[in-house]
């Protein structure tokens, strides 16, 4: 039986390698040189005595076994994160490092009025912050890369323990002068497909609205173009189509200074939830409920 043991360290660069694809990247992302990175690996195959990846100039390919380590060694840095989360959770509550990821159509409209007084009120709490789509959100989360998601459901999150923040609104937000003249309440019925804008793939923000219009041809119809909300409002407000948005970012302001008009979607399923999720079984459940009443109270 080998007496030697891959060190976490190790395992973590090889994992960011095969996260980012490339040697330079993945240095950044472990904030070491490339040559630390680079070296870590190869002291790690040497000692296993086996290629976890096969190098040439423009291509990182892992080889097969390399693929098994990495899933491998993903487990192997949560379970070490999480013991280090066991201790901590043992001190006082809220406090330290919490790494939560918070998708684009939730983080700039939410965050703002709930950080300044998070800072207040958990002065020991260090939040560290990532701005991510809804599946690269859950795949960090899984992956061990954050502690916890803020994002909107119904979206595919696995096996994951949840809390609600809240329910939030989907309006359709038109140009000015629109010649439907907008009522009070927008019918499914009333939205021309053929000019709707929406997030590009990855946001749960598209599904959401198309689930709440509950009209197939729209998925076939609507252009998937716009990276932001803020994207989609300036391209409404240029009267190249209408969109949608949910009620928190009309909330915050989004339309100040255009003359976009919005109404809420007249549909049973026009609601999107709010919530915060972690790891099944995480011994931080306690933080994260704390956290989530905090943010319930934003």
Not at 63 to 73: I, M, P, R, Y
Not at 95 to 112: C, D, E, K
Not at 229 to 239: C, E, G, P, Y
Not at 252 to 263: E, K, M
Request: aromatic share 4%.
């Amino acid at each position: 039986m080998s007496t030697y043991l891959p060190t976490l360290k190790q395992l973590q660069y090889l994992v960011a390698l095969h996260e980012h694809g490339h040697f330079g990247r993945a240095a950044d992302a472990s904030f070491v040189s490339q040559s630390t990175l680079s070296a870590g690996i190869r002291e790690l195959e040497s000692l296993l005595g086996v290629t976890l990846v096969e190098r040439s100039r423009r291509v990182v390919r892992f080889t097969a076994l390399g693929n098994q380590v990495v899933d491998k060694a993903h487990r192997i840095l949560r379970e070490a994160e999480e013991l280090a989360d066991l201790v901590q959770a043992a001190g006082k509550p809220l406090a330290g490092q919490l790494r939560m990821s918070v998708i684009p159509t939730i983080a700039p409209f939410l965050l703002p009025r709930f950080l300044p007084r998070l800072r207040r009120e958990r002065p020991d709490l260090e939040l560290l912050l990532r701005e991510e789509t809804s599946h690269d959100a859950v795949e960090s989360l899984q992956h061990g890369r954050v502690d916890c998601v803020l994002l909107a459901l119904p979206f595919a999150t696995g096996e994951v323990e949840m809390a609600h923040i809240g329910d939030d609104e989907l309006y359709v937000a038109f140009p000015k002068d629109d010649p439907r003249d907008p009522p009070d309440f927008v019918p499914p019925s009333m939205i021309d497909e053929g000019r709707l804008l929406l997030l590009e793939d990855g946001h749960c923000l598209k599904d959401h609205a198309l689930a709440a219009c509950n009209r197939p041809e729209m998925r076939a119809s609507a252009t998937m173009i716009g990276t932001s909300l803020h994207t989609l409002v300036q391209m409404v407000d240029n009267d190249l189509g209408l969109t949608m948005l949910p009620k928190m970012a009309v909330d915050a302001g989004i339309l100040d200074g255009t003359q976009v008009v919005a109404r809420p979607l007249k549909s049973k399923t026009a609601t999107r939830e709010v919530a915060l999720i972690w790891r099944k079984n995480s011994p931080r459940r306690a933080d994260f409920e704390l956290l989530a009443e905090e943010l319930r109270a934003g």
